[in-house]
């Protein structure tokens, strides 16, 4: 049950298949770029004889500046028309950060990298789930980002795999991979056209145009989307910190059988996302029709 009607619900919504095709591999290539963050940060900071406390410490650092970031990154979100240039100075802070953190791992410079990439979390996800809505429109919302989901998962398979052969291989460029990937994440930003993504739609813009302070009293209002938010809260508690803290512990004990060890705890749950995806969008769907 959406809280406000859209001004572009009527609106017939025809991408073409260069969008669609090209908004897939934006989540492909983007999933990609951001494994080198969360688990995989914690065992290279291992590896680089960085303690069980400070790896928790630098990593929390970075999860509050994502948490600070949602509401304003959602807000400007919804003002900027060109959404597709937000989700590009993400991408590119991203991969600053991930230079900053294979070149300096010192202390301040890691915790700045990790602040520059918790403030993309509230940008680049939303933006791109926008972008998704702006194309698609709301009847096709949930099995297009079910496909999302599927080709983000794959891209997190791919790039984890290749990560972990080159760490195997006690290659020094491990960390360069993520970094490589924001030309094909650029690239498929510009495949994307930007005409067909309707700026009503995807900011979600309203018939009467409501003040703020009365959307904001709506969604305090809507319980189901406050027991989810609840639920996701519980689970963010539960599960976040358990895989980074694993693989912090594995790197320090070996640095050759970490590799593999990481990259199978993170592949075999993104397999099952790719496997699944979809079949969820459509679920959802069907539910709340």
């Not at 949602?70 to 590119?92: N, W």
């Not at 009293?217 to 599960?239: D, E, H, S």
Request: a positive charge.
């Amino acid at each position: 049950m959406s809280v406000v009607e859209p001004l572009s619900q009527g609106k017939a919504a025809v991408p073409s298949r260069q969008s669609l095709l090209a908004l897939s591999w934006l989540n492909f290539f983007l999933a990609g770029m951001q494994t080198a963050f969360g688990p995989i940060a914690a065992a290279y900071l291992a590896i680089h004889e960085w303690t069980a406390k400070d790896i928790g410490f630098v990593l929390s650092i970075g999860g509050i500046a994502s948490l600070i970031s949602q509401v304003p990154g959602g807000e400007l979100i919804d003002a900027v028309r060109a959404k597709r240039l937000l989700v590009a100075t993400g991408v590119v802070t991203v991969a600053l950060s991930i230079l900053i953190l294979r070149l300096w791992p010192s202390f301040p410079l890691v915790a700045l990298a990790e602040v520059l990439q918790g403030i993309t979390g509230g940008v680049i996800g939303p933006a791109v789930v926008a972008i998704t809505l702006g194309l698609v429109g709301h009847a096709k919302l949930a099995e297009q980002l079910g496909q999302n989901q599927r080709f983000s998962a794959a891209g997190g398979v791919a790039v984890t795999l290749t990560m972990a052969l080159v760490a195997y291989s006690e290659s020094p460029w491990t960390m360069f991979v993520p970094v490589v990937l924001a030309v094909p994440v650029l690239v498929a930003l510009t495949q994307i056209r930007g005409e067909e993504i309707d700026f009503e739609r995807a900011s979600g813009a309203h018939a009467d145009r409501p003040q703020r302070a009365r959307r904001d009293a709506a969604l305090l209002k809507n319980y189901p989307l406050l027991t989810f938010a609840t639920c996701m809260v519980l689970f963010q508690l539960a599960n976040a910190s358990m895989l980074p803290l694993v693989n912090e512990m594995l790197a320090s004990e070996g640095k050759r059988q970490a590799a593999p060890i990481v990259a199978a705890l993170i592949i075999v749950p993104q397999l099952i996302v790719a496997l699944l995806a979809p079949w969820v969008g459509q679920q959802a769907k069907k539910t709340w029709s």
